[in-house]
């Protein structure tokens, strides 16, 4: 790096003039040759000093390293300041962001790099990504980092976040830095007018039901008002049917049980609620992200009583008029909302002076970093310490409905993986699809999608046992 090479020119320099001054003194020794005790002295002396000015200039030398994430936008110049913040506060480390359109731009990019040898010291992606670099051997565990860091305190980060970066037995190949998950929003105002309590509506999806056709009728000469809207997806059905005790796979991951029958329970009661009633509502089609934001519009416009949606949209909502919620649980069941991580890894080519400069760089992003850019964007900060920071408890106390993804995330669960690559997540999204949409009775639906996921499934393990 440049600042070393120029370190290292300085020094040599410093030891030139020294030999030069060494030279000089002896030219005026006495006859004999040897320096008297008084130079021999200032020699030394001179000597202690240049030594003590190369080691401050030695530790002074802060080690360069890049960081790779996939994002732009108002969110890059959120983790920017992050980066700058980081840097200003230590002269050890000099991070340096390198942006990408995407996750999966990160993740191509990085496993180009990792066959050139020309690697970043540490990246941000998806979780599932750093799963299979770390299965791959492309980043470097983690353990023996914070074994050996006293203050990193791995029993604070919210075990949901952490099991997204550790493997079977528990070893730590990434760090989470932020979160989301999936929590209710509802408007505030229409429910102290139609006289609901938010407890009670949220208990369960039947309790949401009922609430969505007691708002339906108050605002009956609103056009297109909705009581509530599940936001259009597989997310939302699965939410319900985890809520009612469902799963899409067996326990040894071998049988695809997405048509049980608390699942076909969950979806049938979603589609006749959208596709029957109609108390429910949902936007679907569109470019990219549109769905989404028709959703939010109809609860902010006043459309709607409320929608399901994501952790991060609470940048966008008015909490004078909007709060959030728990989801709620499905009949007797309690809720089981699943929460996502963003993980970041160090790759395991990069020189280790390298790798220890990104260990404290994403310590820094996974401790306080993340919490500053939680605050800047509605995601969920992933240490549960962060409830004693005091700049964390005053932003709390000014945004109260930041608590609710944090308070769900302690009761959350890991978002189930598709083994086969999307097989399985595909068939059982064209049944959602079908349900959603096209009012397709649900046991019809998942029943055929589920012969298509067990056939990906099976040929999945037939591969995997060869």
């Not at 480390?93 to 390198?98: I, K, M, S």
């Not at 959030?324 to 007797?332: K, L, R, S, V, Y």
Request: a negative charge.
């Amino acid at each position: 790096m440049r600042k070393r090479k120029v370190a290292v020119l300085l020094a040599a320099m410093m030891m030139a003039s020294s030999l030069t001054a060494c030279g000089g003194a002896g030219g005026s020794s006495t006859s004999s040759g040897a320096d008297s005790p008084e130079q021999t002295d200032e020699a030394a002396a001179r000597g202690e000093e240049e030594k003590a000015q190369e080691g401050q200039s030695a530790a002074q030398e802060a080690v360069e390293i890049e960081f790779w994430y996939g994002f732009g936008g108002k969110q890059a110049e959120i983790l920017e300041g992050v980066i700058s913040d980081f840097n200003a506060l230590q002269d050890e480390v000099v991070v340096t962001g390198v942006s990408h359109s995407s996750y999966g731009e990160t993740n191509q990019m990085l496993q180009a790099a990792i066959a050139s040898g020309d690697v970043p010291a540490c990246y941000l992606s998806d979780p599932v990504a750093s799963t299979r670099f770390a299965e791959r051997g492309l980043i470097q565990y983690l353990d023996d980092y914070i074994a050996a860091d006293p203050d990193f305190d791995k029993e604070d980060i919210i075990d949901v976040f952490l099991d997204y970066c550790r493997d079977e037995e528990g070893h730590v190949y990434s760090l989470p830095v932020w979160g989301s998950t999936q929590v209710i929003y509802y408007r505030k105002d229409m429910f102290e007018e139609v006289g609901l309590d938010p407890d009670e509506v949220f208990a369960t999806w039947q309790n949401v039901a009922e609430a969505a056709r007691t708002l339906q009728e108050y605002y009956a000469d609103v056009p297109g008002f909705y009581g509530f809207e599940p936001m259009y997806g597989a997310d939302c059905l699965n939410e319900m049917a985890y809520s009612n005790g469902a799963a899409v796979l067996s326990d040894d991951k071998r049988t695809v049980i997405f048509n049980s029958d608390k699942y076909v329970e969950a979806l049938e009661a979603a589609r006749v609620w959208i596709n029957e009633e109609k108390i429910m509502g949902i936007h679907f089609g569109g470019d990219g992200w549109e769905y989404w934001y028709k959703t939010i519009d109809d609860v902010m416009q006043g459309r709607a009583g409320g929608y399901l949606g994501s952790s991060g949209d609470q940048g966008d909502l008015d909490f004078t008029i909007i709060a959030a919620h728990i989801q709620p649980g499905f009949n007797d069941h309690a809720p089981a909302p699943y929460a996502d991580a963003h993980a970041a890894g160090i790759v395991a080519k990069a020189p280790e002076e390298q790798k220890k400069a990104a260990f404290k760089w994403l310590t820094y992003l996974n401790k306080v970093g993340g919490m500053d850019y939680a605050m800047a964007t509605g995601y969920v900060p992933v240490r549960r310490s962060v409830r004693e920071n005091e700049e964390y408890k005053a932003f709390l106390e000014e945004n109260p409905q930041a608590l609710i993804p944090l308070e769900q995330a302690e009761i959350s669960r890991k978002q189930w993986h598709d083994v086969t690559g999307g097989g399985i997540s595909d068939a059982l999204t064209d049944a959602c699809d079908l349900i959603e949409i096209e009012n397709v009775p649900a046991k019809e639906a998942l029943d055929e999608a589920a012969a298509i996921a067990q056939q990906a499934l099976d040929e999945y393990w037939a591969e995997l046992e060869k």
